[in-house]
């Protein structure tokens, strides 16, 4: 991820530029271009926003395109290695102008003014200062660090901050007169990911940043977890759309019930795995009926997804199933329980351990009305017949015949951190060697638009044909 440099900025003209014969208009069009297709709803501020290769060679072109990328190439900071935080900070300050123009920050290793700051690296009273220039702030991200309750101070003066998201070692302690009321603070994101608990600074973080009453979406470790399902005894989250979390033993699931109660309008539900890969669909209790009854989507395991979707329009299951035990006894028996909900889902995305040789049978069975088929697998061994086995599944998927999208491959969240993902079927690691099975799939799913087997390789229906392309090559079928 990649931060303005100082070095690279000009001064900002007092007057439009003007590009030729072209507005400034349809030049902000044109560099609006280059903002990357990402997904929002929940980290905007973890990911790049723009092609910042692109948007350099811009600035470079013309005084113009300077003018017009700058705002864009500010947009997102994150400071991070000391000696580039401690330029960029004292840049922001000395250009008030550059720093409205930030709207996204990643904050890493800021230390707390009663740690000795390490040779080089920005101090907290830093960040305080420039903290309150930053007026068009949207979201905010500390991770790793210490803070000190004066910064918390300095963000309910940012009054278009949307996303605040706290990944703490250990939570300063937030004085009442510190932290005002947020009733009118407009965050409707909010993060807490906690390493030590300590519920009265978990609470009065959750009271500086929580308003029941407008928040959206709420992402929490198990330790901010409990505290909050306490808190939530005596409140009622209206607006709140979206829920992460990681899962409780079996014997506290009342707690997350009881929470999603007080969440009318829930409608993305997500759960990290615990016990309920583990069990028996028995040994999980179900939710009451009359909560998630807007549930949309959910993200768990399948066994856990098997108690909960049933009998609610759920459109999209994104599901886990990874220990040998629940992937032998449960995998069946928990699409046939999702199968009642087979009118209302149109995603499945599952994280598979292997693939067994029934398993695609199971799923186009109990759910033929699926729109998209995503399949990772995280302890698949390939081997040499691998091509013909898969030829084999292919054809169980046949009752899918409202297929849009199918993938299959080893799956790069598991492999994250390593050097590759490894190809799931050497054999077939290039577009001719896929030829015979993509033509099968074409053949059986009319409405099939993307494919996607192994690592490399990704198919698109192109006009009347398809193509094929990887890393290095392309084609056409």
């Known amino acids: 991820m990649e931060t303005p ?16 014969n072209l507005p400034i208009e349809l030049w902000l069009t044109i560099v609006q271009s280059l903002r990357l297709d990402v997904d929002l709803d929940f980290f905007p501020y973890l990911i790049r926003l723009f092609d910042m290769r692109a948007l350099k060679n811009l600035r470079l072109v013309s005084r113009t395109l300077n003018d017009v990328t700058e705002p864009l190439y500010w947009e997102r900071v994150e400071l991070s290695a000391p000696r580039e935080a401690v330029e960029t ?55 790793g660090m210490n803070s000190t309750p004066e910064i918390f101070a300095h963000l309910h003066t940012l009054s278009h901050l949307q996303c605040v998201n706290l990944w703490f070692s250990s939570l300063p302690i937030i004085p009442p007169s510190v932290s005002p009321d947020c ?12 390493n030590r608990y300590d519920p009265l600074r978990i609470r ?20 901010a977890a409990s505290c909050l399902y306490r808190w939530a005894d005596t409140v009622t989250f209206d607006k709140l759309r979206g829920f992460d979390a990681p899962e409780l033993p079996l014997r506290h699931f009342h707690l997350i019930y009881a929470f999603t109660k007080t969440c009318p309008n829930l409608e993305c539900l997500r759960l990290d795995p615990g016990e309920t890969d583990q069990v028996t669909l028995r040994s999980i209790p179900s939710p009451p009926d009359d909560v998630l009854r807007y549930l949309r989507s959910f993200h768990g395991t399948l066994p856990l997804a098997a108690r909960i979707v049933p009998t609610r329009r759920v ?48 799923v186009a069975s109990n759910l033929p009305l699926l729109e998209e088929l995503n399949i990772g697998l995280t302890g698949h061994t390939s081997t040499s017949d691998r091509k013909n086995e898969t030829t084999l599944h292919a054809h169980q998927l046949q009752p899918l015949s409202r297929l849009q999208s199918f993938t299959l491959n080893n799956s790069s969240w598991y492999y994250r951190g390593r050097r590759g993902v490894p190809e799931l079927w050497p054999t077939m690691a290039d577009g001719p060697s896929q030829l015979g099975l993509v033509t099968v799939l074409i053949k059986n799913h009319p409405l099939l638009e993307y494919v996607e087997l192994g690592q490399t390789v990704r198919w698109h229906r192109h006009c009347d044909g398809w193509t094929w392309s990887n890393s290095s090559e392309c084609g056409s079928l």
């Open 204 to 223: 009065r973080c959750l009271d500086s940043f929580v308003n029941p009453a407008r928040i959206e979406q709420i992402h929490v470790s198990s330790l």
């Open 89 to 143: 900070v004292r840049y922001l300050k000395a250009n008030p102008v550059r720093s409205n123009y930030v709207k996204y920050m990643v904050l890493k290793g800021w230390r707390a003014k009663d740690v000795v700051p390490r040779c080089g690296e920005p101090s907290a009273e830093a960040l305080s200062e420039l903290l309150p220039s930053m007026c068009n702030l949207r979201a905010i991200l500390f991770y």
């Open 183 to 194: 009733g009118n603070l407009p965050v409707s994101t909010f993060t807490l990911i906690e």
């Open 5 to 20: 440099k100082v070095e690279a900025a000009y001064q900002v003209n007092p007057e439009p530029p003007k590009g030729g």
């Open 315 to 362: 459109e999209k299951v994104y599901a886990s199933c990874r220990s040998e035990g629940a992937l032998t006894h449960t995998f069946g028996p928990a699409l046939q329980r999702l199968s009642t909900s087979s009118k209302t889902i149109r995603v499945l995305h599952l994280n598979l351990r292997e693939l067994k040789d029934d398993h695609l049978s199971l």
